[in-house]
């Protein structure tokens, strides 16, 4: 009895998470280029018993499971859809890959989000993201912008081109990268992401990678199929306390139980 109660206890709690996970997913619908997040589940530990009627032989074995676990929690890389800005500072990527930034302690982090801006320093003006957060070219460097500049175009290989007076006074380009297994990277808040080694190798981007100026990727988040999700998880949870209610009730009366 008490191991029922404690099955129907851990179901609620993974139910719980995974609410959690939906929630996020919500809350996030017009976050750029935020990737839907999904909750796997796995059984949880079984453990084996032997019945006295059969042979002891592993094929007539009792195995009992020991209720619900999270696999881990996957996200969905697909593009989300482009929305419209007209900003010349804002780049989407079609296809995969990630811009390179620079973060507060120096080490290298990558994001989806192109939303980026000019910074301007007593070391002169550098491209940044919505944090001030340096974004690097190929080779890890700060992108500086010249000044004064009328425009800055950028071609669908990533290559900027800053436009004085009709001519191209200077060029730069953008740092953009993919790896092995983009499901592996570590996830740091704030649409940024850090290589660890479930990642695989950093590679470079493939060539029909393009980046798209004055536009920005929108979240993939799809409400309708995390409204359903979200009724799903809420009958499994009705149904896991009905289950730990059950448990308890019938604990209850063999408590009461006279001989």
Do not use: C
């Amino acid at each position: 009895m008490f191991e029922a109660k404690s099955i129907a206890a851990t179901a609620l709690r993974q139910q719980q998470t995974r609410l959690e996970v939906i929630s996020n997913n919500v809350a996030n619908v017009n976050t750029t280029a935020f990737k839907n997040a999904r909750l796997d589940f796995q059984s949880a530990m079984y453990t084996t018993g032997l019945n006295p009627s059969f042979p002891r032989s592993p094929e007539e074995h009792n195995q009992k499971g020991h209720s619900v676990l999270i696999a881990g929690i996957g996200r969905d890389w697909r593009t989300g859809n482009f929305q419209r800005t007209e900003r010349d500072l804002d780049f989407a990527i079609q296809g995969e890959g990630f811009f390179t930034l620079s973060d507060e302690n120096g080490e290298t982090v990558f994001t989806r989000n192109g939303s980026f801006a000019i910074s301007a320093e007593e070391e002169g003006r550098f491209l940044v993201n919505g944090n001030g957060l340096y974004v690097l070219d190929p080779d890890g460097e700060r992108i500086e912008i010249p000044f004064p500049i009328d425009r800055m175009d950028v071609l669908p290989t990533g290559e900027l081109q800053f436009v004085l007076n009709g001519e191209i006074i200077g060029t730069a380009q953008l740092g953009m990268v993919t790896f092995t297994n983009i499901g592996g990277l570590e996830q740091s808040g704030q649409g940024l992401f850090r290589h660890v080694e479930s990642a695989g190798e950093i590679l470079a981007i493939a060539p029909d990678t393009l980046v798209r100026q004055g536009m920005l990727e929108g979240s993939n988040v799809n409400l309708a199929e995390e409204m359903t999700r979200l009724i799903r998880t809420q009958r499994a949870f009705q149904l896991a306390s009905r289950a730990l209610t059950t448990a308890d009730e019938m604990e209850g009366i063999a408590n009461t139980m006279r001989r």
